[in-house]
């Protein structure tokens, strides 16, 4: 190649725009400022910065690093506990926190007068009618029992449903905006890992329990599952992808419209879907159960407590008095801890017992879908 051909060719040779890399650099400076302003903002945050990244946003990644290191520990062995099951002390551990949390709804729900009067029936006489329902009725008892397995997972996706628009509701955006994209996400969270995971099988066996009245079709459902289980984790991770490409590019449209991106929201919904993927999707059923439900509990006895310890304090007239905060937290954890105890520890073979403890977690469920709405601004 002659020097006129060499100079040709220097002179047409397009070579990276060195201004447009660094306004390229820094605009993603700006990025990360604005994420670490958002981040450490207090008014954008439930309660304060160092709270809600420890307590909402880092609980489930907290709790899997802490459950996965036990789980090699010998608090994982199957032993001889006094007053109990044989069972390992990490998942009893898990059971007490479980059902400890189920009954701090109560604080809200009949604690709080003025949610209380909103829905008078439905806090007097319908945990009535099912308990005596759940204790006189074994059909009912059973049909329940397994409705509890699944609305568990929908009750926990909502928990994170809850906290994401409580987050978006600081940032500024309306408390429409965004939320049926929310709602299915979070579905996708927590039952996506489940049905595409290692677990699958210990949730849909609880159809067995059909068996007892007689009601083959629905008992054999285990069997059905397990035969198409494949195809099912294919066709549901698959789904899955598909929304989460729907859900970016819904909110990336929404940014355009005006949308403030929660930096809380988004790291919120990372953790936990980091989370539940690597609990459901590739540990045994107890480790991923303690895991899920160990950072679900932390952040409900949270939210309650941030919510209704000002109110608690009137009614139990605790306000000013110099052991005040004491009584409080004594009054607000030891019946929940009692409850607790009652349900893990006491093994008394008793449906009427059964049917106080599945009352109770059912009414959990149930009132959290109801007193806890952004829209309504309950929150």
């Not at 701090?104 to 009949?110: E, G, I, K, L, N």
Request: charged share 15%.
């Amino acid at each position: 190649m002659n020097e006129s051909r060499i100079d040709e060719y220097g002179a047409n040779m397009t070579f990276a725009d060195p201004e447009r890399a660094t306004g390229r650099a820094s605009r993603v400076k700006q990025l990360f400022r604005r994420a670490w302003a958002d981040a450490t903002n207090p008014k954008l945050c439930i309660r304060s910065p160092r709270f809600d990244w420890l307590i909402f946003i880092g609980s489930p990644i907290i709790c899997l690093g802490i459950c996965l290191f036990l789980a090699q520990t010998p608090l994982w062995e199957v032993r001889e506990l006094p007053l109990h099951e044989d069972d390992a002390i990490l998942n009893a551990a898990s059971g007490f926190l479980t059902a400890s949390h189920l009954f701090a709804v109560f604080f809200r729900s009949h604690g709080n007068a003025t949610v209380f009067w909103q829905w008078p029936l439905r806090f007097t006489l319908v945990p009535v009618l099912l308990f005596f329902g759940l204790g006189l009725l074994p059909w009912f008892m059973v049909i329940m029992s397994v409705i509890a397995t699944f609305w568990d997972v929908y009750h926990s996706a909502m928990q994170t449903f809850g906290l994401s628009r409580i987050y978006d509701m600081k940032a500024g955006n309306p408390a429409k905006v965004g939320r049926m994209l929310d709602s299915w996400m979070n579905y996708v969270l927590y039952a996506g890992p489940i049905a595409a995971g290692l677990v699958l099988m210990d949730h849909v066996e609880d159809f067995g329990e059909f068996e007892q009245l007689g009601w083959a079709a629905l008992a054999a459902f285990p069997q059905t599952v397990e035969g198409f289980a494949g195809t099912l984790r294919w066709l549901v991770i698959g789904g899955s992808l598909a929304m989460v490409a729907v859900y970016v590019i819904g909110y990336w449209r929404l940014a355009k419209q005006g949308y403030k991106i929660s930096t809380q929201k988004v790291a919120l919904l990372a953790s936990t879907a980091l989370t539940s993927i690597i609990a459901w999707g590739f540990n045994p059923f107890f480790i991923a159960f303690v895991v899920m439900n160990a950072f679900h509990a932390l952040q409900y006895f949270a939210i309650v407590w941030i919510k209704e310890k000002k109110n608690l304090s009137t009614r139990f007239g605790l306000v000013g008095k110099p052991w005040g905060k004491p009584a409080l937290i004594a009054l607000f954890f030891l019946p929940a801890f009692g409850f607790g105890l009652v349900q893990e520890w006491v093994n008394i073979p008793s449906d009427w017992l059964y049917a106080f403890v599945l009352s109770v977690a059912l009414l959990h469920f149930w009132y959290d879908g109801f007193i806890w709405s952004v829209r309504k601004k309950q929150v």
